[in-house]
């Protein structure tokens, strides 16, 4: 069996990932904050360790404005709900997942004012022209770091830069580059980096969450849930400080002991050395996939430029049909269609058919790249 879904989540997670939300849930279980009691305050330390440890590996200015919640789709719909207002302009990339799209296009119908800004046919995006889509009244540039379709990666340091000569905010979505690629919010002028748990950061489902930088300004952040914090209880106004004010109700500890051990898992690792391994891998699976008659890969097409993932599409057979087969017949698993991101199909010239999409983790081997080539190979030579 060879998992080459890892875009959509990752799998396997490292063991010290499955050890952590069993020790929670077996040992611990405890609602955090909301009691006094031994349990309750370990339940509250790995919920700042995890805090610690996000903060760490995207070098935050604090672990508390490290926001958790279930995943990145959460993240950017509370930084977008939470601070854009009617008569703000937006700038953002034609290669953007639907979490970031469909979020812009309901506060466009509230008089959010939005610009997408075209990238190239390979999914790359010229900061001259992200610069040119400002506006004086631009609030706010959103970026996805890297295209969870083709990997892409966009020039978010540059961008920052940009919005802070401007004095907009820079809002990341990092959901396929967390832990995958060397992320510096200080350095990158990201004032707003949303991740996702669930993918290269190896935690569990149900864990993600915002960065909040210090450039803004908490009061004008409107939550989008608000509820009991455990703290403060005698207010019955949300509070003004983070993370508790984007943190209403029982986080899901279980899912945050596992980020917890993902997050403290690739910095072992080092996510130089994770970045080396995936663009060994990638080189290889475009090499490979360039030599199969019949095969067109989308994309930059080159490990420096790109994560780890790769769409392609088979001469002769539409992407559905491969991409079952490819799962029936060689026990190889990818995602096929449109990857929730129309836009960037359009970008690349492949709506609305879509394609094949192989998305490779830190834990892939070169084995099982030619293995899953070779697959490829044998349904091409079908085709032709
Ligand atoms: C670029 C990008 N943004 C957002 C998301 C949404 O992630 P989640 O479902 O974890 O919220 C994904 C997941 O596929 C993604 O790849």
């Known amino acids: 069996m060879i998992y080459l879904d890892n875009a959509a989540t990752t799998w396997p997670k490292p063991p010290c990932v499955v050890e952590a939300v069993l020790r929670f849930m077996n040992d611990v279980g405890a609602n955090p904050g909301r009691a006094g009691h031994r349990q309750a305050v370990e339940a509250g330390r790995i919920v700042y360790g995890a805090r610690e440890a996000v903060a760490e590996l995207f070098n935050a ?3 508390l404005r490290v926001t958790f919640g279930p995943n990145v789709t959460e993240a950017l719909n509370l930084a977008l709900y939470g601070l854009l207002r009617p008569g703000d302009h937006v700038a953002t990339s034609s ?4 979490a970031v799209m469909r979020p812009l296009r309901a506060l466009e119908r509230q008089d959010v ?3 997408v800004v075209p990238c190239s046919p390979e999914g790359l995006l010229d900061p001259r022209d992200l610069e040119r889509a400002l506006r004086p009244n631009t609030r706010m540039v959103v970026l996805n770091h890297a295209s969870n379709v083709v990997g892409a990666l966009l020039p978010v340091g ?3 830069r940009m919005a802070r000569e401007r004095g907009a905010l820079l809002l990341v979505d990092t959901a396929q580059s967390a832990g995958a690629y060397p992320i510096d919010m200080q350095k990158d002028a990201i004032d707003l980096l949303a991740f996702t748990g669930h993918k290269s950061l190896y935690g569990p489902m149900g864990s993600g969450g915002l960065i909040v930088g210090e450039r803004v300004n908490v009061r004008d952040l409107d939550p989008l849930v608000r509820g009991g914090t455990g703290s403060r209880s005698e207010w019955e106004e949300q509070p003004l400080f983070l993370p508790d004010r984007c943190e209403s109700g029982t986080p899901n500890v279980p899912a945050l002991a596992g980020l917890r051990a993902g997050v403290r898992w690739v910095l072992e690792q080092g996510v130089t050395c994770i970045r080396e391994h995936e663009m060994l ?4 699976l475009i ?3 360039s030599n199969i008659p019949g095969v067109t890969i989308y994309g930059p097409r080159d490990p420096m430029l790109q994560t780890a993932t790769v769409s392609f599409n088979i001469g002769g057979m539409g992407p559905s049909e491969a991409g079952l087969r490819l799962d029936d017949e060689h026990e190889v698993m990818c995602r096929v269609g449109l990857h929730c991101s129309p836009a960037a199909h359009r970008t690349i010239g492949t709506f609305p058919g879509g394609t094949l999409r ?3 983790s ?5 084995e099982e790249v030619d293995a899953a080539l070779h697959a490829v190979n044998s349904l091409a030579r079908e085709a032709r």
């Open 158 to 160: 540059q961008a920052g």
């Open 362 to 366: 830190a834990l892939n081997t070169m």
């Open 113 to 115: 004012e939005l610009t």
């Open 287 to 289: 090499d490979g996939l």
């Open 61 to 63: 200015p604090d672990p």
């Open 358 to 360: 192989f998305g490779l």
């Open 281 to 284: 891998l990638t080189r290889r």
């Open 95 to 98: 290669m953007e997942h639907n």
